[in-house]
C-alpha cells in the first residue's frame, strides 16, 4: 500500500518548545524533508505570536519554500484572522482543528465545541472562496484527559459536521495518547461509516507507547494517511502527561519493514532527525536514530568480549 505521511515537526513538534529555532533553520529543515521524499508538511501555525512565540514567523516560513513537484504546505488556522494571514502568505492548505471533548476543547480553545464549529465554517467558507483545501482536526478523538473515553458516535459527529462544511479530509488526533488499537478500532469504525466519502489520516502520541501498535492497527483498516513528527517532538501543553507525537523516522522505517511505500528515504530522514536534536540542545525520542537502521552491521572489535566465566 502506498502511504502518504504528513510531517508536523515544525508545528505541532516545537510550538512549546523552549528554545526557539531560527527562520533559516526551519526553512532549511523542511527543505531538507522534501530532499528525503516528504511530501506533504504542516510547517507552522498562524496563531497568535502572543500566544506561541515560537512560531512568530509563520509568514516568512511559508514564503521562504521551495516546493518541490507535488509537494503540499499546510498550516494550522486557529481563527478566520489567521486564515486570511495563512492564504496571503500562500499555504495549499488551511488546518482547522476542535476537541471532540468539551473539557479539552473548553482548556485548549477557551471555546464549547459548537462555538468552535461555527467558527471552522467561517474558515471554511473563506477557503473555498480562495481555492485553498481545507483539513479538519479533531483532537482527543481516542480519549480525553478529563472525561476520559470519547463516545465513538460524538466523533463520528463531528467529523459529519465538518463535512457539512465542506471539509473533505479529516485527521483523527490522539492528543493524550489515550489511544488502543481497540479504540482505534471502533473510533475509525465509526466515523468511516459517518462520512464515507471523507480522506482520513490519523495523528498519534506516543505517551503510553501504543502509538505503533495504533499504526498498525489503522493500517489493518485500510486507512493510508498518518501524522507524525521528526525524532518524535511534541506534545500537548493542555493534555497532563502528553509527551510527543509519534516519531517520523522510527513509523516511516517501520512502514518499510511492513512492505509498505512511501517514498521517503529513511537514512535521510534520520539525518534531519539528528539535526533538530542538535538545534534543540537535548536528546530527543527517536529510536531510530540512535540504533540505526537493523541491516547496520558492528565489526566484531568494536564491542568488548566477555570475560570467560571461571571453572570450578
Aim: glycine share 10%.
Amino acid at each position: 500500500m502506498k502511504l502518504i505521511i504528513t510531517e508536523v515537526g515544525l508545528r505541532d513538534g516545537i510550538q512549546n518548545d523552549a528554545v526557539f529555532v531560527p527562520t533559516a533553520d526551519k526553512i532549511r529543515l523542511i527543505q531538507q524533508l522534501f530532499d528525503a521524499g516528504v511530501r506533504s508538511v504542516e510547517a507552522t501555525s498562524f496563531v497568535s505570536p502572543q500566544a506561541v512565540p515560537q512560531l512568530v514567523d509563520a509568514e516568512d516560513v511559508i514564503r521562504g519554500l521551495r516546493k518541490p513537484a507535488g509537494a503540499s504546505v499546510s498550516a494550522l488556522a486557529p481563527n478566520v484572522r489567521g486564515a486570511h494571514r495563512a492564504i496571503r502568505a500562500g499555504v495549499d492548505e488551511l488546518v482547522v482543528f476542535l476537541s471532540a471533548s468539551e473539557s479539552h476543547n473548553r482548556k485548549n480553545v477557551n471555546r464549547a465545541v459548537s462555538d468552535s464549529l461555527k467558527g471552522i465554517e467561517e474558515i471554511a467558507e473563506l477557503a473555498a472562496a480562495h481555492s485553498v483545501k481545507v483539513r479538519g482536526a479533531i483532537a482527543t478523538a481516542f480519549g480525553c484527559p478529563f472525561e476520559g473515553d470519547v463516545p465513538p458516535q460524538v466523533v463520528a459527529g463531528i467529523a459529519r459536521a465538518f463535512r457539512a462544511a465542506g471539509v473533505t479530509h479529516l485527521t483523527l488526533g490522539d492528543t493524550t495518547g489515550m489511544g488502543t488499537p481497540a479504540i482505534v478500532r471502533r473510533v475509525c469504525g465509526e466515523v468511516l461509516s459517518a462520512v464515507s466519502d471523507a480522506a482520513l489520516s490519523l495523528h498519534f502520541h506516543n505517551t503510553r507507547g501504543m502509538a505503533m501498535v495504533n499504526v498498525a492497527e489503522g493500517l489493518a483498516l485500510g486507512i493510508a494517511e498518518y501524522e507524525s513528527s521528526i525524532a518524535g517532538i511534541g506534545g500537548c501543553p493542555f493534555a497532563p502527561g502528553a509527551t510527543g507525537n509519534i516519531c517520523t523516522e522510527d513509523m516511516v522505517n517501520y512502514l518499510h519493514e511492513c512492505g509498505h511505500e512511501t517514498g521517503i528515504d529513511v537514512a535521510r530522514l534520520t539525518g534531519v532527525a539528528l539535526e533538530m536534536e542538535r538545534l534543540l540542545g537535548r536528546t530527543l525520542p527517536g529510536q531510530l536514530m540512535r540504533a540505526g537502521p537493523r541491516s547496520r552491521l558492528h565489526p566484531m572489535d568494536s564491542v568488548r568480549t566477555a570475560a570467560a566465566q571461571p571453572t570450578a
